[in-house]
């Protein structure tokens, strides 16, 4: 995944088209590709402002523990100082889920708990 342009470079692409010249040479006098300089134009044109979008998926909210937080969070609670192999043992008993341990630390940020 690639990193995005700084604002600064935004501005500067949008000010340059906002004085009549086109996207396309905007893209090719700052570096850009012709595509990337007319997505931040039609930004600002739409929305007044070109900011970058978030990169990624939200925490905790895909992947192969997101359907089986609330039992976790269930077990948590029942006994708070269950630790990460416990956790690992009663998913895989109980649900058939084998994980990382690494995995299930990640599972809880969108809970706002930790395991």
């Excluded at 501005?11 to 086109?22: D, F, M, T």
């Excluded at 100082?81 to 995995?103: F, N």
Aim: positive net charge; charged residues 20%; hydrophobic residues 45%.
């Amino acid at each position: 995944m690639g990193t995005p342009e700084s604002s600064d470079l935004r501005e500067l692409i949008c000010a340059y088209v906002a004085k009549g010249n086109s996207a396309r040479s905007a893209g090719r006098l700052f570096g850009v590709s012709a595509a990337t300089a007319v997505r931040f134009a039609a930004g600002h044109r739409d929305h007044g402002a070109v900011v970058p979008k978030r990169q990624g998926r939200p925490a905790a909210k895909f992947g192969k523990l997101a359907p089986h937080r609330d039992f976790l969070l269930e077990l948590v609670q029942a006994e708070p100082h269950i630790t990460l192999k416990e956790l690992a043992a009663a998913l895989s008993e109980t649900l058939g889920v084998d994980v990382q341990l690494s995995s299930l630390p990640r599972a809880s940020e969108g809970a706002g708990q930790w395991f």
